[in-house]
């Protein structure tokens, strides 16, 4: 069974850094790109960043480019996002998600994880 | 970016009713479509990818079309289970982006 285990969420005061962690398992994790999706409380999904099976290809929306940085460790199943300079909008739960191909667009997102909450205030 | 568009933003329908929501793109996105049924408290969970393919274990009620800029998700016979709220999301270009949801309530 794939599953996804993000961590490293919590509260956190603005103009400080946090990084997420997902734990794969279930599949060949070098074999698959990986994303990381937020979603505020209350509204509905926001793609943040995705990263290709080599770390060849990596992608950020536009509200997180330049402070968040997206990373892998294929002999660890790991997935990581590197959160600086965080701000009250970038509060959210965020999930780590398995891409359907190797690359980080053409495919789908399945399955997601549980997600973890990142909330950024003082 | 390419800018989804979902309508209706909320619906009210009963069991056993047909439900039909819609998806545009801003731009042509071919067949690069998913859709996204996520219910409270849970994470999104995949009910059709490339426009009209029905994930393993997605009821056959589900079912998608459309090609280009406009696709449709329908509930043929909608269930209990399947009040929630859909998104769908084009992955044709970099940034992936997603509607901004349906939700479906009961009448």
């Known amino acids: 069974e794939v599953q996804l285990v993000e961590s490293g969420g919590g509260l956190v005061q603005p103009g400080r850094s946090l990084r997420l962690s997902c734990a794969a398992s279930?599949?060949?994790?070098?074999?698959?790109?990986m994303h990381w999706v937020r979603q505020a409380p209350g509204k509905g999904l926001k793609w943040v960043s995705g990263?290709?099976?080599?770390?060849?290809?990596?992608g950020y929306a536009d509200s997180v480019k330049g402070r968040f940085s997206i990373s892998r460790d294929n002999a660890k199943s790991a997935l990581f996002l590197q959160m600086n300079s965080l701000r009250p909008e970038d509060t959210a739960l965020y999930y780590c998600?398995?891409?359907?191909?190797?690359?980080?667009?053409?495919?789908?997102?399945?399955?997601w994880g549980q997600g973890t909450l990142v909330t950024v205030s003082s | 970016d390419i800018q989804m568009t979902q309508s209706p933003s909320s619906l009210s329908a009963s069991v056993g009713d047909r439900v039909t929501i819609t998806c545009r793109a801003s731009?042509?996105?071919?067949?690069?479509l998913n859709w996204y049924q996520q219910k409270p408290g849970k994470a999104p969970k995949l009910l059709i990818y490339?426009?009209?393919s029905l994930q393993s274990g997605v009821p056959s009620r589900f079912s998608g079309s459309g090609s280009g800029t406009d696709f449709t998700l329908t509930i043929s016979s909608l269930q209990p289970e399947d009040f929630a709220t859909y998104y769908c999301?084009?992955?044709?270009?970099?940034?992936?982006?997603f509607g901004q949801g349906t939700k479906v309530e009961i009448k």
């Open positions: 998600v398995k891409d359907s191909g190797l690359i980080t667009t053409g495919g789908w997102s399945d399955p």
């Open positions: 279930g599949f060949t994790f070098g074999d698959y790109a």
């Open positions: 990263i290709s099976w080599n770390s060849a290809n990596i």
């Open positions: 731009q042509s996105i071919s067949s690069y």
């Open positions: 490339a426009a009209s």
């Open positions: 999301q084009q992955s044709y270009r970099s940034p992936q982006t």
